[in-house]
């Protein structure tokens, strides 16, 4: 596992030059050592309490996830539902900042909304058929003062949906395995 220690700090706000600047290296870098771009990064939860609740860290802050009320929580614990689309919010608009910013469009606000469909027949097992997890996703971005043509709106969204990690894996999932230790 390779870990990419923060070993400078960058002035903010990042504009064109500076962004380009610190991606060069990890670029040419990549191009050089490929294998020095597969990153392996780690979620971890506790699920230490009593509670019907999995405690995960962030890096910012602990976060204790919990039952959505429509599956019997009480509401007091995050849903793990509502934390995919947050992580996908994120995503996007890191990407979409981060692509402006290299396209060199002042994109200086705005909102990310993500909003996703689920049917909890599927999640506590009262239809077998019904799918389990999001039917629908949709992600809506509303830029706020940014005069971009037409042609510049369809690149930043291309871009931004090709880039953003998140929307890639939620469109092709990855083989994953479970175990139970």
Do not use: N, W
Request: net charge negative.
């Amino acid at each position: 596992m390779v870990r990419h220690p923060v070993d400078k700090i960058y002035p903010r706000p990042v504009d064109t030059q500076t962004l380009r600047g610190i991606q060069a290296p990890l670029k040419q870098q990549y191009r050089d050592q490929p294998d020095s771009a597969v990153i392996t990064l780690l979620a971890e939860g506790s699920l230490d309490g009593a509670d019907v609740t999995c405690s995960v860290q962030t890096g910012r802050a602990l976060v204790e996830a919990g039952l959505h009320p429509a599956s019997g929580g009480d509401g007091a614990a995050a849903c793990s539902g509502d934390m995919l689309l947050q992580a996908l919010v994120a995503c996007a608009g890191v990407t979409l900042r981060a692509v402006a910013t290299s396209m060199g469009l002042d994109v200086s606000g705005g909102t990310v909304h993500a909003e996703g469909d689920l049917d909890f027949r599927g999640t506590l097992g009262v239809d077998k058929q019904t799918l389990v997890g999001f039917s629908d996703i949709r992600l809506r971005f509303d830029l706020a003062g940014a005069d971009l043509d037409d042609d510049q709106r369809a690149a930043l969204l291309e871009l931004t949906e090709r880039y953003c990690v998140v929307l890639q894996t939620l469109r092709t999932p990855p083989t994953t395995t479970a175990t139970l230790a």
